[in-house]
């Protein structure tokens, strides 16, 4: 009857992202065009390397559009 918790443990192994391929989405959602970017992700991140920066950097707009702050 352990047979579950160990199907738990199982698949709690280590990784800290579940996906394979980079997950980083192309397009609007809900459109036919819609689609991720399908490449080997990095070790332990949902996107591959490229995007993993991408996603990881400041976003350009969203803030207010404030001019760069030297880096301190
Ligand atoms: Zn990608």
Redesign the pocket.
């Known amino acids: 009857m352990s047979d579950r918790s160990e199907l738990v443990s199982l698949m709690r192994v280590s990784k800290t992202s579940p996906y394979r391929t980079?997950?980083?989405p192309y397009g609007e959602p809900g459109t036919e065009d819609f689609h991720?970017?399908?490449?080997k992700?990095s070790e332990g991140f949902s996107?591959?390397?490229?995007?993993v920066k991408m996603a990881y950097r400041e976003p350009e707009s969203r803030r207010d559009a404030a001019p760069r702050r030297s880096a301190a």
């Open positions: 980079c997950q980083w991720f970017c399908g490449r992700t996107y591959c390397a490229a995007h």
